[in-house]
Each structure stands twice: as C-alpha cells, then as structure tokens.
C-alpha cells in the first residue's frame, strides 16, 4: 500500500528517522533542489534495478510533482516493500511550506 504525505507530514517522519528518500527525478531537477538526506536514483534507473535500488522498506519517494515518485511508489509496493509514501506535489509543495531544499 502507497501511502500520500503532504510536506509537513513527510518532515514529520523524517524527523522520526528510519526512513530512505529517493528522489526520481532525474540529474538536472535534483541539482535545483532537493530534500535534505534523500539520494537519486531516476525513475528509469529504478525500473531496471528495482531490487538493488529500494533494499529495505520505510521509503518515502519524492518527484517533482508526485507523478513519478507515484509510480515508483507503486512499484516498490509491487515488490513486496512495505511503508512506503509518496509526496504529494513533490519538491514544489515541500518549498512552498517553507521547507529546506538542498542545493548542489
């Protein structure tokens, strides 16, 4: 099951910890910003990899918009993973709350 997050819900299990990031966009989005402690990993990476890409469970996946981490999302779900979130509207809404991105 993919569960949807809004920013400050995200920030919240972020601060929690135990979570894993994946930002899907690809290298171009992620250096305008990006959350703090996610890593890359493109959404055409992660379909040819899946398995090597999303090791554990506890991931939140973060696009753009949210389109893309969806459909990453539903994939990890597809493979068994478990505690998995999608961040709706993606890195646009978490700056529109005022949350950090970080800058490369």
């Known amino acids: 099951m993919v569960n949807s997050v809004n920013p400050h819900e995200a920030q919240a299990l972020i601060a929690g910890g135990g979570f894993d990031i994946v930002d899907v966009r690809e290298p171009g989005e992620w ?8 890593r ?32 990453a999302a539903r994939l990890a779900d597809s493979l068994g993973r478990r505690n998995l979130y999608n961040l709706v509207g993606g890195t646009r809404s978490w700056a529109n709350a005022g949350l950090p991105l970080v800058l490369d």
Not at 31 to 38: K, M
Not at 40 to 52: A, F, I, T, Y
Request: aromatic letters at 2%; one cysteine or more; hydrophobic letters at 40%.
């Open 31 to 38: 250096s305008r910003g990006h959350l703090p402690g996610a």
């Open 40 to 71: 890359l990993v493109p959404l055409q990476k992660l379909r040819s990899n899946p398995k090597d890409e999303l090791p554990r469970d506890g991931i939140i996946f973060v696009c753009a918009a949210g389109v893309r981490s969806e459909a």
